[in-house]
């Protein structure tokens, strides 16, 4: 197992109290696989990401362990992280488009980065990936401001992937680009993959479609809980988390002409996550909610390898 | 990027400046000529001659020497073709001495005033902002009184040190730029008697100044760090030093814009700072030149700071495009 998450919980500290951003979620993940996260703004997708690499000053470790190749990765504590970071866990960032420094050239900064990690650059190889992913070289002689979107974005994945980590984040990259940018940094993605620059990866995304076409896993959440998690296939053809299913449904369809029946999408909006409502949270929007709802619904492997939190699964 | 933005970029701003600098010469000549009062006139009654013959000859012998006779259009071409020659014009107040000299005799006082005032304290202001940003307790102690400093008039300060450390504590003299016993030369007495007389008109100007930039460098250092690239680095581990090292490069930038905007200011602190101090300077040389009605000082001081502003403001310019590759960008940007 490369990755291990164990009723890990996460709080946002506020002014009006402790928002529950992860609230207990348990997981694994095998090498090399793609493990897609999906689900809608504020289910924890983004805090669960975060969490795995930095966590910022307002958010607070509120228990539970994660394990990397076997080691405890002390997630609460921002300095023993440090020698993790990097190294054992990288991160794509959401904000590709400014990640760089906008005043050094960009292999300068890549060199000052490596030099303050300790680590000698191996231009051969900086150069061999940069080809890889379809840049010219002459961009590490180039500030950041004289890249496009899209070229910025795969100068970050090159440059956060340059230590090998065993486990990227890749928080929302595609969420920026156009459908044929959208293809190539998948397509990248796999590379790095195949090509062991990556062992494994969680692709953060609310693009269902596109996940279920790069992730081997996917991963659904919802109110700070894991909903169902099961192979990319069996969450589209066969979701069994009513969430899942109302998601998949309000995807449009090839073929189908939407002028004789309306996309539906999920009526209400999630529980706020200050003061979580006890029971299962997505109760209040379920179809098929029962009277058993109102207790909380334990996540079971029905099948191998799909988890479901739903008793009516 | 190409020569050709960098030249056109180049031309385009002299071009302004010398625009500017044709103006600032205009309304230098006109403001002593529409003020109120008669230069020669007040020199006759300082010379107290009675016999009116002998007051007619010197009025027609001053009007011809100064060009107050000819056409007002033609003195202000004359004026221009002076300046070309380094020529000021004579001196009403300390006639017949020449203006150029007058003032070439007080600008080391003054340089040696602005000069490290201004880059000492744009230097220390920016360091101490930088290391306070994110700092409590720093922070908590360095805001307000940066607020106080920078919010304090340049009189003010100048009066408060001049009476706490000169006059109560008696540590350093408060006026001249020099003991009235010793004369210039070049020994170490005499240069340390100028040192001890340089400190409390200097601190005054530093002090007022380091509070505004410690202020502005703490501000942007913050927002440098909330920054994406900052949050990236941190994300992969990089050591608090090399981000704090980008923030501060890039945080430098609009304080070094902020210069080049607070040198008018400056100047102007440095003048009332001088006549504080009765610091033989140009800011004690306008007074002067106002107080006796003496265009022609008054002129070529102005002269003088303006030249000395707008040339600051061109080097300026340079060291922005240098250490900024975006406006190089820009530059090239304007082209296409």
């Given at each position: 197992?490369?990755?291990?998450v164990?009723?890990?919980?996460?709080?946002?500290?506020?002014?009006?109290?402790?928002?529950?951003a992860l609230?207990?979620v348990s997981f694994t993940m095998a090498?090399g696989e793609i493990l897609g996260l999906a689900g809608e703004s504020g289910c924890g997708k983004t805090t669960l990401g975060?969490?795995?690499?930095?966590?910022?000053?307002?958010?607070?470790?509120?228990?539970?362990?994660?394990?990397?190749?076997?080691?405890?990765?002390?997630?609460?504590?921002?300095?023993?992280?440090?020698?993790?970071?990097?190294?054992?866990?990288?991160?794509i960032p959401q904000y590709s488009m400014?990640?760089?420094?906008?005043?050094?050239?960009?292999?300068?900064?890549?060199?000052?980065?490596?030099?303050?990690?300790?680590?000698?650059?191996?231009?051969?190889?900086?150069?061999?990936?940069?080809?890889?992913v379809g840049?010219?070289?002459?961009?590490?002689?180039?500030?950041?401001?004289?890249?496009s979107g899209g070229?910025?974005q795969r100068?970050?994945m090159?440059?956060?992937?340059?230590?090998?980590?065993?486990?990227l984040i890749a928080d929302e990259i595609t969420s920026a680009l156009d459908v044929s940018t959208q293809k190539a940094v998948v397509k990248a993605m796999l590379g790095f993959r195949d090509?062991?620059?990556v062992?494994s990866m969680i692709f953060i995304t609310h693009d269902l479609a596109l996940t279920s076409n790069l992730a081997d896993t996917v991963m659904i959440m919802y109110a700070g809980k894991l909903a169902e998690k099961a192979p990319a296939d069996k969450v589209v053809k066969a979701p069994r988390h009513p969430y899942t299913q109302l998601l998949i449904n309000s995807l449009p369809e090839i073929g189908v002409r939407y002028d004789q029946r309306k996309l539906a999408g999920i009526p209400g909006s999630p529980p706020s996550l200050?003061?979580?409502p006890?029971g299962c949270r997505f109760r209040d929007r379920c179809p098929i909610a029962g009277?058993e709802c109102?207790?909380e619904p334990p996540v079971a492997e029905i099948e191998p390898d799909h988890f479901v939190a739903c008793w009516k699964a | 990027?190409?020569?050709?933005?960098?030249?056109?970029?180049?031309?385009?701003?002299?071009?302004?400046?010398?625009?500017?600098?044709?103006?600032?010469?205009?309304?230098?000549?006109?403001?002593?000529?529409?003020?109120?009062?008669?230069?020669?006139?007040?020199?006759?009654?300082?010379?107290?001659?009675?016999?009116?013959?002998?007051?007619?000859?010197?009025?027609?012998?001053?009007?011809?020497?100064?060009?107050?006779?000819?056409?007002?259009?033609?003195?202000?071409?004359?004026?221009?073709?002076?300046?070309?020659?380094?020529?000021?014009?004579?001196?009403?107040?300390?006639?017949?001495?020449?203006?150029?000299?007058?003032?070439?005799?007080?600008?080391?006082?003054?340089?040696?005033?602005?000069?490290?005032?201004?880059?000492?304290?744009?230097?220390?202001?920016?360091?101490?902002?930088?290391?306070?940003?994110?700092?409590?307790?720093?922070?908590?102690?360095?805001?307000?009184?940066?607020?106080?400093?920078?919010?304090?008039?340049?009189?003010?300060?100048?009066?408060?040190?001049?009476?706490?450390?000169?006059?109560?504590?008696?540590?350093?003299?408060?006026?001249?730029?020099?003991?009235?016993?010793?004369?210039?030369?070049?020994?170490?007495?005499?240069?340390?008697?100028?040192?001890?007389?340089?400190?409390?008109?200097?601190?005054?100007?530093?002090?007022?100044?380091?509070?505004?930039?410690?202020?502005?460098?703490?501000?942007?250092?913050?927002?440098?760090?909330?920054?994406?690239?900052?949050?990236?680095?941190?994300?992969?581990?990089?050591?608090?030093?090399?981000?704090?090292?980008?923030?501060?490069?890039?945080?430098?930038?609009?304080?070094?814009?902020?210069?080049?905007?607070?040198?008018?200011?400056?100047?102007?602190?440095?003048?009332?700072?001088?006549?504080?101090?009765?610091?033989?300077?140009?800011?004690?040389?306008?007074?002067?030149?106002?107080?006796?009605?003496?265009?022609?000082?008054?002129?070529?001081?102005?002269?003088?700071?303006?030249?000395?502003?707008?040339?600051?403001?061109?080097?300026?310019?340079?060291?922005?495009?240098?250490?900024?590759?975006?406006?190089?960008?820009?530059?090239?940007?304007?082209?296409?």
């Amino acid at each position: 197992m490369s990755l291990r998450v164990n009723d890990l919980r996460v709080h946002y500290r506020t002014l009006k109290g402790e928002v529950k951003a992860l609230d207990g979620v348990s997981f694994t993940m095998a090498d090399g696989e793609i493990l897609g996260l999906a689900g809608e703004s504020g289910c924890g997708k983004t805090t669960l990401g975060k969490s795995l690499i930095r966590m910022d000053g307002r958010m607070r470790h509120a228990g539970g362990t994660v394990e990397l190749d076997g080691r405890n990765l002390p997630v609460g504590d921002d300095r023993a992280m440090n020698a993790f970071r990097f190294h054992e866990v990288s991160l794509i960032p959401q904000y590709s488009m400014s990640a760089m420094n906008p005043t050094r050239r960009i292999g300068k900064m890549i060199g000052e980065l490596l030099r303050s990690r300790g680590v000698t650059l191996d231009t051969a190889e900086l150069h061999h990936r940069i080809d890889l992913v379809g840049l010219p070289r002459e961009v590490l002689s180039r500030y950041p401001i004289e890249l496009s979107g899209g070229m910025k974005q795969r100068m970050v994945m090159v440059i956060s992937t340059l230590l090998d980590p065993s486990l990227l984040i890749a928080d929302e990259i595609t969420s920026a680009l156009d459908v044929s940018t959208q293809k190539a940094v998948v397509k990248a993605m796999l590379g790095f993959r195949d090509n062991g620059f990556v062992k494994s990866m969680i692709f953060i995304t609310h693009d269902l479609a596109l996940t279920s076409n790069l992730a081997d896993t996917v991963m659904i959440m919802y109110a700070g809980k894991l909903a169902e998690k099961a192979p990319a296939d069996k969450v589209v053809k066969a979701p069994r988390h009513p969430y899942t299913q109302l998601l998949i449904n309000s995807l449009p369809e090839i073929g189908v002409r939407y002028d004789q029946r309306k996309l539906a999408g999920i009526p209400g909006s999630p529980p706020s996550l200050l003061n979580p409502p006890k029971g299962c949270r997505f109760r209040d929007r379920c179809p098929i909610a029962g009277g058993e709802c109102a207790e909380e619904p334990p996540v079971a492997e029905i099948e191998p390898d799909h988890f479901v939190a739903c008793w009516k699964a | 990027m190409g020569r050709p933005h960098v030249r056109r970029y180049f031309g385009r701003k002299l071009l302004i400046y010398g625009l500017t600098f044709v103006v600032a010469v205009t309304v230098n000549w006109m403001i002593p000529r529409f003020m109120p009062g008669d230069p020669v006139a007040s020199m006759l009654a300082r010379a107290r001659v009675s016999q009116p013959a002998a007051v007619e000859a010197m009025r027609t012998y001053y009007t011809n020497l100064f060009g107050f006779d000819q056409p007002i259009w033609q003195q202000y071409l004359n004026f221009w073709g002076a300046l070309f020659q380094g020529d000021f014009g004579i001196s009403i107040w300390v006639f017949p001495t020449p203006v150029a000299d007058v003032i070439l005799a007080a600008v080391p006082y003054t340089l040696a005033l602005m000069i490290p005032s201004v880059l000492l304290s744009y230097w220390v202001g920016n360091r101490f902002g930088a290391f306070a940003a994110r700092r409590k307790l720093l922070d908590n102690t360095v805001l307000p009184v940066g607020y106080i400093l920078t919010a304090t008039p340049y009189m003010w300060l100048a009066v408060i040190l001049a009476w706490g450390l000169g006059v109560v504590a008696g540590w350093f003299p408060v006026a001249g730029g020099y003991s009235f016993s010793l004369q210039p030369s070049w020994s170490w007495e005499f240069f340390l008697d100028l040192l001890h007389h340089w400190i409390l008109p200097f601190l005054s100007l530093f002090l007022v100044a380091l509070g505004g930039w410690a202020i502005g460098m703490r501000n942007m250092i913050i927002y440098e760090l909330e920054s994406d690239y900052s949050n990236y680095l941190s994300a992969l581990g990089a050591p608090s030093r090399l981000i704090r090292r980008y923030a501060y490069r890039n945080a430098i930038l609009p304080q070094i814009t902020g210069l080049a905007l607070q040198l008018g200011v400056l100047v102007a602190g440095a003048l009332v700072t001088e006549i504080v101090f009765s610091y033989p300077g140009l800011g004690s040389l306008i007074l002067k030149a106002i107080q006796n009605q003496d265009f022609f000082l008054l002129q070529g001081t102005f002269m003088f700071i303006v030249i000395g502003v707008l040339v600051a403001n061109f080097l300026i310019d340079i060291v922005y495009v240098l250490i900024d590759p975006r406006t190089r960008t820009g530059m090239a940007g304007a082209q296409a």
